[in-house]
């Protein structure tokens, strides 16, 4: 599966506007050591039935239908902690400690990559679920020129997951509740639709679409290497590095897989397009552009995280990050802009209650996010449902291009 985006013309558009109780807990996580804000630390109620992650500067909002016992909070290279909920809700003060690993002796034993690598994806079966499954997600897509926001969309969605040895083909999303938020100055005049949008997070789970990486005629493509051991809940992982050792007509990825050093259930999977020859990044990124526009691809950057809950491994997090510069021609300066997009599954649902997306419900890999939602003015927009708390950035932008559009 490609990341594809175009990029069009930003034109003004004409907008519509367009539960039970809960706890809401709220905080923020840090460093214990240094007090430096934590982003994308999993947070979870008991047995994950309601999960988010901390934004970019380390808050977090959690809703649950019932006051948890407890929250847990899990983060590559810290020491997940558990913290009991008594009469404060909101303002926690979260400090992780940073984990140390030693080198043990099934680290000195299993030394071979592949070798781990291939036990690994034989016991994909044994960790990741056999039946149909289903997840609630919040989805979040947002494009920066320079450092403003020029657009915003966001989603609750519903993704269906066939089991792990059918591949990603019959998976689907369907989305629940959205809304968009476009710049409407007259100076943005480049916006960014990326194609298949909350359809990413399912062509990208590389433990399910082996078409992405773990396959075999894939792997050959890279040289391996064992790299030092990290600690993600309280469990050591093997960390295997790979960087391309051939050079193709397409890009490859350089990265890290992560791997449970006792259940061998890929944990993490970091990946960085290759930007060496720029001409294949661009062919690989961009499915149209206006005429006379030059692009510059300077980023193309995956995380995809996997959590256990009773005993079954299930992709919790992805995050994508693009960076690219636009001039047009015969002009001076160009334009540095960044197209970012996130998804954090935020409950399982019961397996009595999983069913499949009908095919007019669910979300087309062709398809954009932007066109399926449209702006809103609710003060109470997501009411019960989970969501990846905005930045303090975020939210400013937020209400700046709500004023923007409702002004014009």
């Known amino acids: 599966m490609r990341i594809k985006f175009l990029l069009f013309l930003l034109l003004p558009a004409a907008f519509v506007y367009g539960q039970s109780d809960i706890t809401v807990l709220t905080g923020r996580v840090v460093d214990r050591q240094s007090g430096k804000k934590l982003a994308h630390v999993s947070v979870s109620s008991p047995n994950g039935r309601q999960q988010t992650v901390t934004n970019d500067d380390g808050e977090f909002l959690l809703k649950t239908p019932d006051r948890p016992a407890y929250i847990e909070f899990s983060h590559l290279g810290y020491h997940t902690r558990r ?95 959205g809304r968009r938020l476009l710049s409407t100055r007259a100076k943005d005049t480049l916006g960014v639709k990326l194609m298949g949008g909350p359809v990413i997070p399912i062509m990208l789970d590389v433990v399910k679409n082996s078409e992405v990486l773990l396959n075999a005629e894939e792997l050959l493509m890279y040289s391996l290497k064992m790299e030092i051991p990290e600690r993600i809940d309280f469990r050591p992982q093997f960390v295997i590095s790979f960087v391309p050792q051939y050079i193709l007509d397409r890009p490859l990825f350089r990265g890290k897989f992560y791997i449970d050093q006792e259940t061998l259930a890929f944990t993490r999977v970091e990946m960085h397009l290759d930007m060496d020859d720029r001409a294949k990044a661009t062919e690989y990124m961009l499915v149209h552009k206006p005429l006379g526009l030059r692009f510059n691809p300077r980023e193309l950057t995956t995380t995809i995280n996997y959590q256990t809950t009773n005993n079954v491994t299930h992709i919790s997090y992805v995050r994508n990050v693009m960076r690219f510069k636009c001039d047009w021609k015969r002009h001076l300066f160009s334009s540095a802009y960044t197209l970012t997009t996130e998804m954090v599954v935020t409950g399982l649902v019961p397996p009595a209650e999983v069913h499949a997306i009908r095919s007019r419900d669910s979300f087309g890999t062709r398809e954009y996010f932007y066109d399926k939602v449209s702006f809103f003015d609710e003060p109470d927009f997501w009411g019960a449902y989970n969501i990846i708390e905005p930045t303090e950035s975020l939210e400013h932008a937020i209400d700046k291009l709500k004023k923007d559009v409702i002004s014009r």
């Open 83 to 177: 913290i009991n909920i008594g009469a404060q809700t909101e303002g926690l003060t979260v400090r992780l400690m940073p984990s140390a690993i030693q080198l043990d002796e099934v680290v000195v034993m299993m030394n071979d990559p592949m070798s781990v690598l291939n036990a690994a994806i034989s016991k994909i079966p044994d960790n990741y679920s056999m039946q149909p499954s289903m997840m609630h997600c919040f989805y979040r897509e947002t494009a920066q020129k320079g450092s403003r926001f020029i657009a915003i969309s966001e989603a609750v969605t519903d993704m269906y997951k066939t089991s792990y040895n059918h591949g990603v083909r019959s998976d689907a999303v369907q989305i629940i509740k």
